[in-house]
């Protein structure tokens, strides 16, 4: 059960809300962004294994700037062959080395993302898939999420570690990789990786799990998306952690009941495009199709409802440089 505790939309203003980010929706097509984004990654497979292997590989290492992230994930799957769930399930602490030694991105390291992958791998032989993994878990939390990924989490990091640091040196950033316990933040990639699997597929999430329903999510909360949030009144909490991620994902579904985070991509890529900057500017504001609905947009640029497009939104270059939170 969702334990936010923000304002409520109203069904008038859910629906003026709804109308307008069809309209982003429309001017701003989703797919047209999807090679800047990590879910570009997944796609390259068609086997739901191999998605969900990728996937998870893919969103764990999504933070940070994409331009940096993404080449070290590309090489990282390249790696794994044509079959990343086969690469996985006969993945050993050897194996790991020889495919992650010398890794570094940021917090983390090559024995990080070994125990992510001899994690998979596990889970895999024991479940039979990721999603039978996520669904034990989900089962045995009586459907709350946040005990459900906690769960999931400490499934794949059920690996002999000491076996993994001895062969690729200490880990350095699993904590932050595979949180244990969850606590209180937004879990921002776990709830991206969930998006990916559960919801479509719709040319952006590729919907290859079946038991979990796309009503049951929470949004991904970075930066970006938590900039929108508050400027169309989605939430009021000042901490960015779970319980505001509750919040809008609560207003979300007066906008969407069957599908509440139906808009997530299209809000992140509005933010990380620079249509919609941290420092508001009044000429982008003008043109954005979201104004009518900005408290920010109202204030620097007041005016008739725009008909056009959204502001620019920037070269694909500017676009991988954005952070994702």
Request: aromatic share 4%; hydrophobic share 45%; proline share 8%.
């Amino acid at each position: 059960m969702r334990r936010g505790r923000t304002h409520r939309l109203s069904p008038e203003r859910a629906a003026r809300l709804r109308r307008a980010l069809d309209r982003l929706e429309r001017a701003s097509p989703p797919r047209r962004r999807v090679p800047l984004d990590p879910v570009s990654l997944p796609h390259r497979y068609r086997d739901p294994r191999d998605i969900e292997v990728a996937a998870l590989l893919a969103a764990s290492l999504a933070y940070g700037r994409a331009d940096l992230f993404l080449p070290r994930v590309e090489r990282v799957l390249a790696g794994m062959g044509p079959s990343p769930a086969g690469f996985v399930r006969g993945l050993d602490v050897a194996g790991a080395r020889e495919l992650l030694a010398g890794f570094v991105y940021r917090f983390n390291v090559g024995a990080d993302v070994a125990v992510l992958l001899l994690g998979m791998g596990r889970m895999l032989e024991r479940r039979g898939s990721l999603e039978a993994g996520f669904v034990a878990a989900h089962e045995a939390s009586g459907g709350d999420l946040h005990g459900a990924l906690g769960a999931f989490v400490r499934e794949i990091r059920d690996v002999d570690v000491r076996a993994v640091e001895r062969a690729l040196g200490r880990t350095r950033g699993l904590d932050h990789l595979l949180p244990v316990p969850l606590g209180a933040g937004a879990a921002k990639r776990l709830h991206l990786f969930l998006r990916w699997m559960v919801r479509g597929p719709d040319g952006v999430d590729l919907g290859v799990w079946k038991r979990v329903s796309p009503g049951a999510l929470i949004v991904p909360l970075d930066t970006h998306v938590a900039r929108l949030a508050w400027r169309l009144g989605l939430v009021r909490r000042r901490t960015m952690g779970w319980a505001a991620a509750e919040d809008i994902t609560r207003n979300l579904e007066v906008i969407d009941p069957v599908d509440p985070v139906r808009f997530d991509f299209v809000l992140c890529h509005h933010g990380m495009s620079g249509a919609c900057p941290p420092r508001a500017r009044a000429e982008l504001c003008a043109r954005c199709v979201l104004r009518p609905e900005c408290s920010v947009g109202r204030r620097l640029a007041p005016g008739p409802e725009p008909s056009g497009p959204p502001a620019r939104r920037g070269s694909p270059a500017s676009a991988r440089r954005a952070p994702l939170g």
